[in-house]
């Protein structure tokens, strides 16, 4: 009997202590459920996720994240003009003789120079000249100047006219001042020997331009034109779209300079661009923005892509973005919570 007692007490007591380890471990599995790091881990990705499609759905192309985390403080909005203002397609509307060629010939020769050229006005001079363009091989880009090239024992330039003026030397005849004048985009062709030509292209505002730059404003964001065409071409548009801040005749290292100079003062700049020129201005700026039909090169730098050419889509794409970092914020601030009122229970 004694024997059969103490079998029993031996039992019960491991039978106790087998409840109080499967009721340890259920404790510490509650535990491990409620204060699991999955709630925290799936804040951020989750949020980033659903506002890329949103964005896609908008015709915004999210290609770095980190962009949505700087689209909170962005303060300033800089454009470029052609291709992004503009359409960026360009017409020669006028061709002005200065030196012994005509027109057609001058026409053909700039659009031979510009064979290899991404620029919407060479693409403009090409499509104005037609099968006529000669095949110049030795054209180089110089950035935010032109075309220089070495044809038939000469060099010639395509490009800004100061820039082109440089290689000879010789003030423009008073003919061509009040084409410069006029307020549209004018390009010169010269040699070592004088001024070979001028020619007048017009490209029209995208329809979206004006009230994407309201709505902009109306979000307390500062706007600025940043473009290397002439000043008078650069004023006028900024003049429809309501632009305050206009820098013109601005080289690739102008821009950069600017971008860097509000960067300097404690701004986040957005800069919008599609051009081969504007690729350095995007990879400084901390939000980068590219049209969708802009060159290659630009839209690799770029952190948003339009993919298509409705401007509007810029502002939906900064709210967007703004949204989803509040999103990510709110989901962060819902799991800690959640595991601080939990955990205890």
């Known amino acids: ?142 950035p935010g100047c032109g075309m220089q090239a070495s044809f038939e024992g000469r060099i010639l330039r395509v490009g800004r006219p100061e820039w082109a003026e440089g290689l000879h030397g010789q003030a423009l005849p008073k003919a061509a001042q009040a084409l410069l004048a006029g307020g549209d985009t004018v390009v010169a062709l010269a040699d070592e020997t004088g001024w070979l030509a001028l020619f007048r292209f017009g490209d029209d505002i995208r329809p979206g331009a004006a009230a994407t730059v309201s709505a902009l404003r109306a979000a307390g964001l500062h706007v600025a034109l940043l473009t290397g065409d002439a000043t008078p071409v650069a004023k006028r548009v900024a003049q429809v779209l309501g632009i305050d801040e206009v820098r013109a005749e601005a080289t690739p290292q102008d821009k950069h300079a600017y971008v860097e100079s509000l960067q300097n003062r404690g701004a986040v700049v957005a800069m919008v661009g599609d051009v081969v020129n504007d690729a350095p201005v995007l990879a400084r700026a901390q939000v980068s923005v590219a049209m969708g039909n802009g060159s290659q090169l630009a839209r690799t730098q770029a952190d948003l892509v339009l993919l298509s050419e409705n401007l509007v889509q810029l502002h939906d794409g900064i709210r967007v973005a703004r949204r989803c970092l509040r999103v990510i914020r709110q989901n962060l601030a819902w799991s800690f919570a959640y595991n601080v009122v939990a955990l205890p229970l």
């Open 1 to 142: 009997a004694e024997c059969g007692l103490h079998c029993r007490i031996n039992l019960a007591g491991v039978g106790s202590g087998d409840r109080e380890w499967q009721q340890a471990l259920l404790h510490g599995v509650a535990v491990l459920v409620i204060a699991c790091p999955c709630a925290l881990g799936l804040a951020t990705p989750t949020a980033i996720m659903v506002g890329t499609g949103v964005a896609a759905r908008h015709g915004i192309l999210i290609r770095d994240v980190l962009a949505l985390e700087q689209a909170r403080a962005i303060r300033r909005v800089v454009f470029d003009k052609t291709g992004t203002l503009t359409y960026g397609r360009p017409a020669l509307l006028e061709v002005l003789p200065l030196g012994q060629l005509d027109g057609a010939a001058c026409t053909a020769l700039a659009a031979g120079i510009e064979h290899a050229s991404e620029h919407p006005l060479g693409a403009a001079l090409r499509e104005a000249a037609g099968p006529s363009a000669p095949a110049v091989p030795e054209a180089a880009n110089v």
